[in-house]
Nanobody, 119 residues
Framework: QVQLVESGGSLVQAGGSLRLSCVSS????????MAWYRQAPGKQRELVAT???????NYADSVKGRFTISRHSTANSVYLQMNSLKAEDTAVYYC?????????????WGQGTQVTVSS
């Protein structure tokens, strides 16, 4: 059974930095795409950044220049370096991993990690 476990969320002051990690286990294949999403209270879940094999990283406009997504070279792990944090970055951050194996599409979610930015 595939599991994604996020970590690194915390309370931080505006202007500070955090590094989120997402480690997966149980997959028989390397995910084609790993991504970070976030959901603030009362809002829909939104895409933050994606890392897809063979393609440039993709970022939401609101985090460009401040956040950096990276993947482990071989393992199914993904990280999100968040700098210059703002109060509006406060949300639960979720890791998503997806790919195709044996002609089936798979998508998995982690449980989320809370990021709170105090102004």
């Amino acid at each position: 059974q595939v599991q994604l476990v996020e970590s690194g969320g915390s309370l931080v002051q505006a202007g500070g930095s955090l590094r989120l990690s997402c480690v997966s286990s149980g997959s028989r294949f390397r995910f084609n795409t790993m991504a970070w999403y976030r959901q603030a209270p009362g809002k829909q879940r939104e895409l933050v950044a994606t890392a897809t094999g063979g393609a440039p990283e993709n970022y939401a406009d609101s985090v460009k220049g401040r956040f950096t997504i990276s993947r482990h070279s071989t393992a199914n792990s993904v990280y999100l370096q968040m700098n210059s944090l703002k109060a509006e970055d406060t949300a639960v951050y979720y890791c998503n991993a997806r790919g195709t194996y044996s002609r089936h599409d798979y998508s998995y979610w982690g449980q989320g990690t809370q990021v709170t930015v105090s102004s």
